[in-house]
């Protein structure tokens, strides 16, 4: 049978820089408390949320300012000069030049985000129109921080089949836009942020080594309130008014601890389970791309394995969370830092919101 291989990937992140200082301006925070509990020194957002996060630390009355924002039906929190198909054009961009191709050479698109564009249709078909596609067909999915493991999977069995030849999956997030700079929602608006990061899958030749091995992915919906958000749901109608808000029903809503937890459970049992099916030890791999959470869960995990740290590349420090789109910003970094070398065992692991999680064994 075909075998699928990644032959190029692309990033992409907002140039506007919050450091923890700056989110200590606008609620009671510290650089101390989120580098010690995260290990993130700053993140990057779109331009909308900078602009607005330097007007909070100057407002004298931010209780007032929010409350402004959010009376203004939301829509005042962003002005979405950048949308989240934006940024997943970007990565796509720089993916397809590094593969020297164009966008109509694409046979499909595969695009992962929690924040859409539209609450229909989904962020895929915005990028397929960006791309100037007009019969190319996509998915949007949902997966959650998992999202880019769940689309790789999806490309792997359309190119494994002989249906499609080359595959876009891209994951993009504009988070910033969804949290509350304020000491209540503090717990989610340090940790997350804005970033996408894309590949392009192709078959592998024939007696080529490269390519993608194994999948392994989970849903458990029992657990859905631990990490959730209502603003774009149908589970009540309509969507947003002002009883809501006044409620406070339309913030993300995450039970820190619980996550912490339960990902790390997951993350470590999904690693066995997928060295297992494969007959490998730990050792045989030799790049461990996790998604990226917390260092605190990426410690635990290497911890209660003994997974050397030199295999663990870290860039939540300055990027945060960004969701679907932290493993494939991390695989492409490590691409072009010159990390991965040709034959390289790979074990790219997510876990997020559903929860969903998995992981996907592939050989560089
Ligand atoms: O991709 C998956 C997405 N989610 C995650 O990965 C989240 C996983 N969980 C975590 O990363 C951690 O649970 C957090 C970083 C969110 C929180 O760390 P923690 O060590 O679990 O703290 P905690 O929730 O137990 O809160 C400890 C204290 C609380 O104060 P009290 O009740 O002890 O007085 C919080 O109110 O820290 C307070 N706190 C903060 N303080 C300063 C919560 N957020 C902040 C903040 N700055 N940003």
Redo the contacts with the bound molecule.
């Keep these: 049978m075909r075998k699928a291989k990644i032959l190029a990937t692309g990033m992409y992140v907002p140039d506007f820089v919050v450091t923890n200082d700056l989110?200590a301006q606008v609620?009671?925070?510290?650089d101390e408390?989120?580098t010690q509990?995260?290990g993130i020194k700053e993140r990057r957002v779109v331009y909308d949320t900078y602009r607005m996060l330097q007007r909070l630390a100057q407002a004298p009355d931010k209780d007032a300012f929010l409350k402004e924002l959010y009376e203004r039906g939301l829509d005042g929190h962003i002005d979405a000069t950048m949308t989240t198909s934006d940024l997943a054009l970007a990565a796509t961009e720089m993916a397809l030049k590094q593969a020297n191709l164009t966008a109509a050479d694409l046979d499909l698109i595969i695009q992962t985000s929690v924040v859409p564009d539209y609450a229909y249709p989904g962020v895929a078909c915005v990028l397929a129109d960006k791309l100037g596609l007009t019969s190319t067909p996509t998915f949007s999915m949902n997966q959650?921080?998992a999202g880019f493991i769940f689309a790789l999977s999806l490309a792997d069995q359309y190119i494994k089949t002989g249906t499609y030849n080359t595959v876009l999956v891209v994951g993009a997030e504009l988070l910033s836009s969804f949290f509350e700079y304020s000491n209540r929602g503090?717990?989610?608006?340090?940790?997350?942020a804005d970033g996408a990061g894309a590949a392009i899958l192709v078959p592998a030749e024939e007696g080529e080594p490269s390519g993608l091995i194994s999948h392994h992915l989970h849903t458990d919906g029992t657990l859905l309130t631990k990490?959730y958000g209502e603003v774009f749901g149908t589970t009540t109608f309509p969507p947003v008014v002002k009883k809501k808000i006044d409620d406070d029903r339309v913030r993300p809503r995450?039970d820190?601890?619980a996550?912490?937890v339960y990902?790390v459970r997951r993350f470590r049992e999904v690693i066995l389970e997928c060295l297992e099916a494969n007959r490998l030890r730990l050792e045989d791999i030799d790049h461990f791309f996790f998604?990226q959470?917390?260092t605190?869960?990426l410690e635990a995990i290497a911890e209660s394995l003994n997974i050397p740290r030199e295999k663990i590349p870290v860039n939540i420090d300055r990027y945060g969370?960004t969701?679907a789109a932290?493993v494939p910003i991390l695989l492409h970094e490590a691409c072009q830092e010159g990390r991965l070398r040709r034959g390289d065992l790979c074990l790219l692991v997510?876990?997020?919101?559903g929860f969903n999680w998995g992981a996907t064994l592939l050989r560089w």
């Design positions: 989110l609620m009671d925070t510290s408390w989120i509990r995260t959650g921080c503090r717990d989610m608006s340090v940790l997350f990490l995450m820190g601890r996550v912490f990902a998604h959470a917390n605190r869960i969370n969701s932290s997510a876990f997020g919101t």
